[in-house]
């Protein structure tokens, strides 16, 4: 099932992880990080990745994929509406691929500090300002 969709993968699609299976007769390309730092985080076991922190490159697998597998996945990681795939590059070896990720970028605003009254909501002025 050799296909023309290469998707690295990180977390539960690696092999002897929970979702593999889905990944059985694609082609293996091999182990490879990314070129580009991200940051993982894990919540109930499962790995997401985030393009917001520039902390370290990815290791995961990369593979080639068809369109239905494709399908399959984006339907168990919830794209777009959980995780979102975007392309990214790989390397192996001296070896660069363009390839598919799932990411899961946080929603709202960074916050500066741990104090939500040093953030941006409308409301926290007005409490500064009758706290002062």
């Not at 690295?8 to 694609?26: K, W």
């Not at 393009?51 to 794209?79: A, C, Q």
Request: hydrophobic share 25%.
């Amino acid at each position: 099932m050799e296909g023309n969709n290469l998707i690295f993968v990180y977390g539960s699609l690696r092999q002897n992880h929970v979702n593999h299976h889905l990944l059985v007769d694609a082609r293996y390309y091999g182990l490879c990080t990314t070129r580009e730092k991200y940051a993982m985080y894990v919540v109930s076991g499962y790995p997401y990745v985030t393009s917001s922190e520039n902390r370290y490159p990815i290791v995961g697998e990369l593979y080639g994929i068809d369109e239905e597998t494709l399908h399959t996945l984006d339907k168990m990681e919830g794209h777009p509406r959980y995780y979102v795939r975007r392309e990214t590059t790989v390397i192996q070896g001296n070896t660069e691929y363009t390839a598919w990720m799932y990411f899961r970028d946080p929603y709202g605003t960074l916050m500066t500090s741990g104090d939500i009254n040093d953030g941006c909501s409308p409301g926290s002025q007005n409490r500064k300002a009758q706290e002062g």
